[in-house]
C-alpha cells in the first residue's frame, strides 16, 4: 500500500499508546521503508542528559525531549478541510493524483 502521509500533515493518533490516543500534531518526518512517522508531540521520549564537565567549567544537566516515530498505521490524516480524522481516497486527472477526504470528499493536495 502506498503511504498517503507527508511531511507537514497533521494526523491524529486513533492507536498505540495510550497517552498518544486522540493526540494531533504535524508529521515533521516520514520515514517510508519502515511506514513510520514522527509527529510533533506524539511519543516524547525523554534523554537525560548527563552532567558534564568540562574543565573548570560544569554544564547544566537538562532534559531533552524527542519524539520517537509511530507505525503509519496508528494515526490517520486530519482533513484540514472538515477537521476530522479520515481515510484518504486518490483522485486522478490531468494533473495527475490528488488526495480526497473520505469524509467531505474535499481535494487534500
Ligand atoms: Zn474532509
Do not use: F
Amino acid at each position: 500500500m502506498k503511504v498517503k502521509i507527508r511531511k507537514g500533515d497533521t494526523v491524529e493518533v486513533i492507536s498505540g499508546r495510550l497517552e498518544d490516543k486522540g493526540k494531533r500534531g504535524e508529521v515533521i518526518n516520514v520515514i517510508l521503508d519502515d511506514r513510520r512517522v514522527v509527529v510533533q508531540g506524539v511519543n516524547i521520549r525523554i534523554k537525560h542528559q548527563k552532567q558534564v564537565q568540562a574543565g573548570n567549567r560544569q554544564m547544566n544537566p537538562g532534559r531533552i525531549e524527542l519524539e520517537g516515530t509511530i507505525d503509519i498505521s496508528n494515526v490517520m490524516l486530519v482533513c484540514p478541510k472538515c477537521s476530522e480524522p479520515t481515510r484518504v481516497g486518490v483522485q486522478r486527472d490531468d494533473e495527475g493524483a490528488h488526495r480526497v477526504c473520505k469524509n467531505c470528499e474535499a481535494t487534500i493536495d
